[in-house]
């Protein structure tokens, strides 16, 4: 099946699409990438979702038309994915959306929503579309995330050690593939968030990112701003655990910078960055993790990748290219397997990530123009992810 992933991650300044041939072979799932496109969000749209998320007030007018212009984005790129990746052959698209709030309170997990209508997707390109892909488990008592662990599980499975597969957005979550306790999944703490929150409001918007991390390269990591975030509650909370930018936004920032002195921008970047690479290294280890495979936007800071290196010590630091995996797409191909697993009746979760009672079927099915057609269920799940550089026929799927 020919199926395009999209995806738009808690830095919400793009939309990605990787499309990828994915093929139930024995107890394998085969993954051809195909390739990834994207497209940045138009400025009006980007600055219209930053004033609404938290800790901002908004209205429903407002989220109505966020919904239709990110369900509009989607549709668009979804397009051009299968025009430029697919040759007009996709069989099936998968949305993530665009994640706006996630309910949480004393660590459980309420509610999560995530927008951007899949009927703009289905009518665009005539696909059925996958969609909500969170809210099943969140139901079944998960948090709802990291749903990507499902993925990371099957593909990690047979490495020597205990694996574990880290991405960088604007939140940071890792899985555990394997360990004395089984697998387990979590969200570590802030990635990008509290890097792009400074970047903007200390340079009056004129950047939007640390471009390279040439900002946090040029500064000095203060000690005590560092100690008083360190002092985050969350960072002690037992996985499985979930965050977001609910918590972690510029006022959370600004407030942990009262009454120390006034630092320059580069120092304040160089501390979130130091932030990042510190809480996520006490979760490696945390976990008893051997080696770590990162993938998403993180993984292209120098200045955050050497700050890890150097937190993780002994522990070996690599990218999920080096397994097959492009690390700027894995999210976006790992949604295109969940998708794909929905479409074959197939849980996408791994209760024992996500804190859920039991496995879920995710999502909710968008038909395409031609009504709904979906394979028929498959009667076993797949257990391994293979990747796969090309293949022309059946016969080289062995």
């Known amino acids: 099946m020919r199926v395009i992933g999209m995806m738009s991650g808690t830095s919400h300044d793009a939309v990605d699409a990787a499309a990828a041939d ?12 195909l ?24 209205t429903l007018r407002e989220v109505c038309r966020l919904d239709t212009r990110i369900g509009q984005a989607f549709a668009a790129l979804a397009v051009r994915a299968n025009r430029e990746l697919c040759d007009e052959r996709a069989e099936l698209v998968v949305s993530h959306g665009q994640t706006v709030y996630h309910w949480v309170e004393r660590g459980r997990v309420h509610g999560t929503l995530q927008i951007g209508s899949a009927a703009w997707i289905a009518e665009a390109t005539g696909c059925p579309v996958v969609s ?48 004395e306790s089984g697998p387990l999944a979590f969200d570590t703490g802030p990635a990008n968030a509290l890097v792009d929150a400074a970047v903007q409001a200390l340079t009056g918007g004129r950047l939007v990112y640390d471009r390279d991390g040439a900002l946090a390269a040029r500064g000095t990591v203060d000690d005590a701003l560092l100690r008083r975030l360190l002092d985050e509650p969350y960072y002690a909370e037992p996985p499985p655990k979930t965050t977001g930018k609910e918590l972690f936004h510029w006022p ?3 407030h942990a910078l009262t009454g120390l002195a006034q630092l320059p921008v580069e120092d304040v970047v160089a501390t979130v960055t130091r932030l990042t690479a510190r809480t996520v290294a006490d979760a490696v280890r945390s976990a008893g993790a051997s080696e770590v495979l990162a ?8 200045t955050l990748m050497a700050m ?9 630091l690599r990218t999920s290219d080096d397994l097959g995996l492009p690390s700027a797409a894995k999210e976006a191909y790992a949604f295109a397997v969940l998708g794909f697993l929905t479409a074959h009746g197939l849980p996408g979760t791994v209760a024992a ?31 391994n992810l293979r990747t796969v550089p090309a293949w022309r026929r059946s016969r080289d799927l062995s």
């Not at 093929?23 to 993954?31: E, F, R």
């Not at 890890?308 to 070996?316: K, R, S, T």
């Open 22 to 33: 994915l093929v139930l072979h024995g107890d394998s799932l085969l993954l051809r990438p």
């Open 35 to 58: 390739g990834m496109v994207s497209a940045p969000y138009p400025e009006d749209l980007r600055a219209a979702l930053a004033a609404a998320l938290p800790p901002a007030s908004t």
């Open 132 to 179: 909500d892909l969170r809210s099943r488990d969140v139901v079944s008592g998960g948090q709802g995330a990291p749903l990507v662990s499902m993925v990371d599980v099957m593909w990690l499975r047979g490495r020597p050690g205990v694996p574990a597969a880290l991405n960088l957005g604007g939140i940071a979550n890792l899985t555990v593939a394997a360990g």
């Open 252 to 254: 959370y920032l600004q």
């Open 295 to 302: 993938s998403g936007g993180g993984t292209r800071n120098p």
């Open 308 to 316: 890890l290196a150097d937190a993780l010590g002994d522990i070996p």
């Open 353 to 383: 990530c996500t804190g859920a009672r039991h496995p879920s079927v995710l999502g909710s099915i968008t038909p395409g123009r031609r009504g709904l057609r979906l394979p028929e269920p498959s009667p076993t799940a797949p257990v």
